[in-house]
């Protein structure tokens, strides 16, 4: 009984020693990391050029008081917008910006369909130019980043100063128009409350650029002109045009520039051994 005792102690003996050896030759245990997990956030710049695509709700003037007055073809012509900005990117989904953004004079056209108190019918056929300077203060969503493509959604809210120049009305109806046939309103700007709501796919040609094509839905608020006075001078009381609710559908091609481009979180440690 104590020969095999012995012989297992003898046994263990020898395998710890080769154990110990083999310890001996293992290279030491050294630290392994995660790759590190892109924070992008910082500061960036931004420009944006784009077409937009405008409405006007109604119009309304102090002669319309005694007629019935059906406005119709109300609409402008496309025009270009161009903006610049400066953001904050404050992580992989939300980031802010403040931007201004001048809208490039867009033709407007349109008619009044006028019944008198008498039951005359006559036109007013209208032609004006419309433009902006808004500003607007946004936030954006973005909703993740597949292929180096990011779709986003946001909101934004600010001002617009909306000017009408070269508003001529017309009546090819000379003996019921008051003053004559054609009458013009003087140029007149308008300052609005603003809102916006965005929706665009980014994409990333690099950590500090980003293109990125949106629409936006865009409400300017209210515009008006100058009184209407005809072409003999006649200007019985104060009528300027009023232009309610403006409204437009943009398309825009913008880039960011970020500075700095990413950060890195600090990564989790794990050991290997």
Known sequence: MRCVRNFVIAGAAVVLSFTAAGAADLPPVQ???????????????????????????????????????????????????????????WNNWLRFDVTGEYRGKANFHGIDIVTTGSGTRYTDNY????????????????????????????????????TISSFVDTCPIVSVCTGG??????????????????????????????????????????????????????????????????TSHDVKLGVRWMFGGPSYAPPPLVTKG
């Open 127 to 162: 032609t004006a130019s419309k433009s902006e300077w808004v500003g607007l203060f946004n936030g954006y969503i973005d909703l993740g980043t597949w292929w180096n493509f990011t779709p986003f959604i946001g909101a934004g809210v600010g001002f617009a100063r909306n």
């Open 31 to 89: 630290p392994m990391y995660h790759p590190p997990v892109e924070e992008f956030h910082g500061w960036y710049l931004r420009g944006d050029i784009g077409m937009t695509n405008q409405s006007v709700k109604s119009l309304n003037n102090a002669l319309y008081v005694g007629n019935t007055v059906v406005n119709t073809g109300l609409g402008f012509d496309s025009s270009p917008l161009f903006g610049v900005g400066v953001g904050y990117q």
């Open 181 to 246: 046939a054609v009458a013009t309103g003087a140029t007149a700007s308008k300052w609005n409350f603003a809102w916006a709501a965005h929706a665009g796919l980014a994409y990333h040609v690099s950590p500090a650029f980003t293109v990125e094509l949106a629409y936006r839905y865009l409400d300017l608020g209210n515009a008006q002109t100058g009184d209407l006075i005809a072409f003999d001078g006649t200007n019985n009381l104060n009528n300027p045009m009023y232009f309610n609710h403006l």
